[in-house]
């Protein structure tokens, strides 16, 4: 059984950063594309980052240059590096395995495996 296990959500101010980590079991990380939704109130999930199995990196343009993913296949675990944060990037942040990187994009449905989720809140 798959399980992802996201930790470092907190609250900080509009340039602050924050660092989101996603711990993997279950599943055979190194095959495995992951990557990052999140999905704000009232408002659609959405696709932030996506990192191939063979660590190819893929952002929205709204997080491009601010964000930074990456994987660490010993550990089974998986980053997202978030500076220059703004209110708008207010948001519950997901964690997914599995689903093809498609023109750069994971699709939501085409996820294998969601984690539980960690709020991020950014304050003006």
């Known amino acids: 059984q798959v399980q992802l296990v996201e930790s470092g959500g907190g609250s900080v101010q509009t340039g602050g950063s924050l660092r989101l980590t996603c711990r993997a079991s279950?599943?055979?990380?190194?095959?495995?594309?992951m990557g990052w939704f999140r999905r704000a109130p009232g408002k659609e999930r959405e696709f932030v980052a996506a990192?191939?199995?063979?660590?190819?990196?893929y952002y929205a343009d709204s997080v491009k240059g601010r964000f930074t993913i990456s994987r660490d296949t010993l550990k089974n675990a998986g980053d997202l590096q978030m500076t220059s944060l703004k209110p708008d990037d207010t948001a519950v942040y997901y964690c997914?395995?599995?689903?093809?990187?498609?023109?750069?994009?994971?699709?939501?449905?085409?996820?294998?495996?969601w984690g539980q989720g960690t709020q991020v809140t950014v304050s003006s």
């Open positions: 997914t395995a599995g689903g093809p990187i498609i023109r750069g994009v994971i699709r939501a449905p085409d996820v294998g495996s």
């Open positions: 279950g599943l055979i990380f190194s095959n495995t594309n």
């Open positions: 990192i191939s199995w063979n660590s190819n990196t």
